[in-house]
């Protein structure tokens, strides 16, 4: 069983936690969706210590890529002192936190600087462990994956789930295990691989598919459309894409809007098609914009949809994806759905049925604060 941080005895949060966060986003909405655990930690007289990353660095001087920007506008947030720590002597580190008061800040660089993070190296774990008591992930967005300060840490130390973890899991567990019907589904973006295994998982039990962007163009050009330049999926993956493109509850898009020979976003039948089911739902879940959201006209298909989900509040609704969820934000939009999910691919592999990395290592944690 996950041990959540809201649910424990307070007695046992105290000392240094280890707060894994992810800060892997163009804005800050992931930041400010975790500050709840941040200020529930320093409420409770604990030192933080924050690790997460940026990006793919090829190497540690790689500084685009630096966390120090990210430590100056938490501090704003906070409006608290956050102590940026540049270098990975983790004796010198160990140090500064003990020299540290109570409520103290940190945040440490980019941990993908270190080639033993990807690779959930447990000497790298054994390093980030001796800088705390006890670990918190409220990285959803990254438990898919098994890294070092995701899932090889918490052999070492008492570990919990932060305040957006839990949310992650009551939100995301009710689309799986009993969505209200009819339950609809919104599957944009670029691929349709990258949906693959939600539309197999949910294809006996969504009601509709509502497809646009890449998904929609290689189904599309699979049942003998000419799709032209259009964004699709490469043949790589077009044998598993034909199974999806038989389903009977897939909608495609019935008209289109072209710029230089590729289509750029759904028609405006399409979204009056959309809307209907839309309306109807009850359950609804949304990953990848429908178009070219980044060029004006060709997000007005998303806009519509957005709009139409928006309207229906009878709904449980669920965005996911940093190009969903910052289009949202964006149109001011993302306060009108039940639930904006921080995890792109985390969301769409916990809802395709698949065991995340993160959460099975909370779920085998066992270590007790003495």
């Known amino acids: 069983m996950i041990r959540y941080l809201s649910k424990t ?44 990353h940026r990006g793919r660095p090829t190497g540690v001087t790689d500084k685009k890529f630096s966390l120090k920007k990210d430590a100056v506008h938490l501090a704003r947030l906070l409006k608290k002192k956050v102590i940026f720590i540049d270098h990975f002597d983790f004796r010198r580190i160990q140090k500064t936190i003990a020299k540290s008061s ?36 409220d990285a959803f967005a990254v438990s898919h994956r098994a890294d070092a300060s995701v899932a090889a840490i918490t052999n070492l130390m008492p570990s919990y789930a932060g305040f957006e973890f839990e949310a992650e899991l009551v939100h995301l567990s009710k689309v799986m295990a009993r969505p209200k019907r009819p339950l609809v589904i919104i599957v944009g973006g670029a691929k349709v691989a990258d949906k693959l295994g939600v539309l197999d998982y949910f294809r006996n039990k969504a009601d509709r598919f509502l497809l646009g962007g890449g998904p929609a163009n290689t189904i599309l050009a699979i ?23 038989k389903y009977r509850n897939i909608v495609l ?16 039948k399409t979204g009056i098609l959309f809307a209907k089911s839309i309306k109807e739902a009850k359950t609804i879940v949304w990953s990848g914009p429908l178009g070219l959201i980044d060029e ?28 969903t969820v910052m289009f949202l934000r964006k149109i001011r939009l993302d306060k009108k759905f039940t639930f904006i999910s921080t995890g792109g691919g985390a969301m769409l592999d916990f809802l395709a049925g698949e065991k995340l990395p993160g959460i099975v290592a909370l779920e085998k944690n066992k270590f007790s604060i003495k």
């Open 253 to 268: 898009p019935v008209d289109y809007v072209w710029k230089e020979g590729a289509i750029v976003d759904i028609g405006p």
């Open 223 to 245: 049942r003998g459309f000419d799709v032209r330049k259009s964004l699709k999926d490469d043949r790589d993956n077009i044998a598993a894409v034909k199974k999806i493109a």
């Open 9 to 52: 005895n307070l007695r046992l949060i105290r000392g240094t936690s280890l707060l894994r966060l992810d800060f892997n986003t163009e804005d800050d909405w992931r930041m400010m969706a975790v500050l709840p655990t941040i200020k529930f930690l320093l409420k409770n007289g604990c030192k933080v210590v924050i690790l997460s």
């Open 296 to 323: 004006r006209p060709y997000e007005r298909g998303s806009v519509q949809v957005a709009r139409s989900v928006a309207k229906n509040r009878g709904a449980l609704s669920v965005a996911g994806g940093g190009e």
């Open 102 to 137: 109570s409520g103290s800040i940190f945040l440490l660089e980019n941990l993908r600087f270190l080639s033993g993070e990807e690779k959930n190296d447990s000497k790298l774990a054994k390093h980030l462990a001796s800088l705390g008591n006890f670990y918190v992930n």
